[in-house]
């Protein structure tokens, strides 16, 4: 089951690796079927940088045209050059889908909902009543990824609600949706239900590549879109990564991770079943825990044995692959040494199974989302707590966060000075620029402080002399 590794050797050396090593990592595991997949689609072997590159290329200088020959030779559908799904066919969609799965979809959206307008942040000072003050304005365009599963037959359809609810609530004008077709050229209905519920404006049946390059480039039938969001597998994360610049984003995801620190007062068949929980999305995915002291880790592993024989097929072979080949079992002695472990590790989902969870949760600083305790398992996260289940990887909790409101907002900063509040400040800034020898800089501060007086011209007077007056 869960490889044992101790601080210091290889193994674990390798699991608290830096995210620039470990997105490498992945890109060089992903190259080896990228080139016979590009051999058998295209005709010839070629590196994943290179097909992003020419995509990005074609789409740029034949828009639509480009789009639909990738698509149909990367996904076998998409011949057609017209990508749109009318709204008629997302709301016959919403009457499609099973009751409970249409209630389901609405408390989801409720919940995120609520929890995003708590995290709008306040402008200040825009009314021109202070000196200083902040306008938060939302993206005009925002278009968001959802991960399709093989052949679209699996499309993550919560990803619509986790991206962009936050969207719709920042006040995004316009909200784009893409995900890879099934082989008929459709969108599976669930996904098509609930961009419905949510109010997407525009959904497109185009994955991979093709549709990175299209949101970011813009052709006659898809806009180019502001920012880029959601989740997908290493070649749509390095099609973001080309995106980058001609629109913004919101990370470079990876494979799933769960990171779960346990102590003797922890479950071990709820463990097992949140480790299982991830690594059932991909074989790369990371699932670790993190067992501090005795009596959970033997606990762990038997369960995760027997639960991992109880899923279907399919689920079974991804999840244990993942667990054979990124599962990792950690001991340590005292929940001091676990925070330490997992602030190095910077896990997407960090899961406290702790009899007291809040000198961890005072302790970690690198984390996507902390979930506290038996009764918040990281798939009620994924699903309907509220916040957003689209989250850092690879160790990259250290510098970015998830998706939330803020994400779709720019903040634009508004000084608005009286002579007074110029005056207080005004030979401090002089002195700056002088230091940084911008005279220019220098000189627009001095001139206000010792303004030219400013001489005007006498008034000219004109005299009208009426016609055939003297003089």
């Given at each position: 089951?869960l490889t ?15 995210a620039?090593?470990?997105?490498r ?5 992903a190259e080896?079927k990228?080139k ?11 590196t994943?940088?290179q097909?992003?590159?020419?995509v990005?290329?074609a ?8 789009v639909?020959?990738y698509a149909k030779a ?6 057609t ?7 008629e066919r997302?709301?016959r969609a919403?009457?499609l889908?099973p009751?409970?799965l249409?209630?389901?979809?609405q ?10 307008r ?8 825009t ?22 599963g093989?052949?679209g037959?699996l499309?993550?359809?919560s990803?619509?609600?986790?991206n962009?609810v936050p ?13 890879p ?20 404006d525009?959904?497109?049946?185009v ?7 299209a949101?970011a480039?813009?052709?006659?039938s ?9 989740p997908?597998n290493?070649?749509?994360t ?9 629109v913004d984003l919101?990370?470079l995801a ?24 991830q690594?059932?999305?991909d074989?790369?995915a990371?699932a ?6 005795h ?9 995760l044995?027997?639960q991992l ?5 399919g ?7 993942s667990i054979?080949?990124?599962?990792r079992?950690?001991?340590?002695n005292?929940?001091?040494e676990a925070i330490?472990?997992?602030n190095?590790i910077?896990?997407?989902h960090?899961?406290?199974m ?10 970690l600083?690198?984390a996507g989302a ?6 918040s398992?990281?798939?009620?996260g994924?699903?309907?707590?509220g ?6 990887t690879g ?12 994400t779709?907002?720019?903040?634009t ?6 002579e007074?509040?110029?005056r ?5 800034g ?6 940084e020898g911008?005279?220019?800089?220098a000189?627009a501060i001095r001139?206000?402080?010792y303004?030219p ?8 007077v ?6 055939n007056q003297?003089?």
């Amino acid at each position: 089951m869960l490889t044992e590794c101790v601080p210091g050797d290889a193994l674990f050396t390798d699991l608290v690796s830096s995210a620039h090593r470990r997105f490498r990592r992945l890109v060089a595991e992903a190259e080896g079927k990228a080139k016979a997949f590009y051999q058998k689609t295209l005709g010839r072997e070629a590196t994943i940088q290179q097909i992003v590159d020419e995509v990005f290329a074609a789409v740029e200088a034949e828009g639509d045209v480009a789009v639909a020959r990738y698509a149909k030779a990367f996904d076998g559908a998409g011949a057609t050059e017209s990508f749109r799904v009318s709204k008629e066919r997302m709301a016959r969609a919403w009457t499609l889908i099973p009751d409970d799965l249409r209630q389901a979809i609405q408390v989801a959206i409720r919940q995120v909902t609520d929890y995003q307008r708590r995290l709008l942040p306040a402008s200040f000072g825009t009314d021109l009543d202070e000196p200083l003050g902040v306008r938060w304005m939302p993206l005009d365009r925002v278009g968001a990824y959802v991960p399709g599963g093989t052949s679209g037959s699996l499309p993550l359809f919560s990803s619509v609600i986790m991206n962009l609810v936050p969207a719709k609530v920042a006040g995004v004008a316009q909200t784009v949706l893409v995900s890879p077709p099934r082989a008929d050229g459709t969108l599976a209905t669930e996904l098509l239900a609930t961009a419905h519920a949510v109010g997407v404006d525009e959904v497109y049946a185009v994955g991979g590549i093709p549709a990175i390059a299209a949101l970011a480039c813009g052709t006659p039938s898809i806009k180019a879109v502001d920012k880029l969001v959601g989740p997908g597998n290493i070649v749509v994360t390095m099609a973001k990564q080309r995106a980058y610049g001609r629109v913004d984003l919101d990370m470079l995801a990876g494979p799933s991770e769960i990171l779960v620190l346990a102590d003797d007062s922890a479950h071990p068949a709820f463990v097992a079943a949140d480790l299982l929980s991830q690594a059932e999305h991909d074989a790369l995915a990371m699932a670790v825990c993190i067992a501090v002291g005795h009596g959970v880790a033997s606990g762990v592993q038997r369960e995760l044995a027997v639960q991992l024989e109880r899923l279907p097929a399919g689920r079974q072979e991804v999840a244990r692959e993942s667990i054979v080949r990124f599962g990792r079992l950690v001991r340590v002695n005292s929940v001091v040494e676990a925070i330490d472990v997992a602030n190095r590790i910077a896990a997407e989902h960090v899961e406290l199974m702790l009899r007291d969870p809040h000198p961890a949760i005072a302790g970690l600083r690198h984390a996507g989302a902390i979930f506290v305790g038996p009764w918040s398992p990281e798939p009620i996260g994924d699903y309907v707590a509220g916040p957003s289940h689209t989250l850092p990887t690879g160790g990259t909790a250290r510098m970015w966060s998830g998706i939330a409101v803020d994400t779709f907002l720019r903040r634009t900063s508004i000084i608005n000075f009286s002579e007074a509040d110029f005056r207080r400040l005004a030979p401090h800034g002089e002195v700056l620029a002088a230091a940084e020898g911008l005279e220019a800089h220098a000189h627009a501060i001095r001139i206000r402080r010792y303004p030219p007086r400013i001489v005007r011209p006498p008034t000219s007077v004109n005299i009208i002399v009426p016609p055939n007056q003297p003089g």
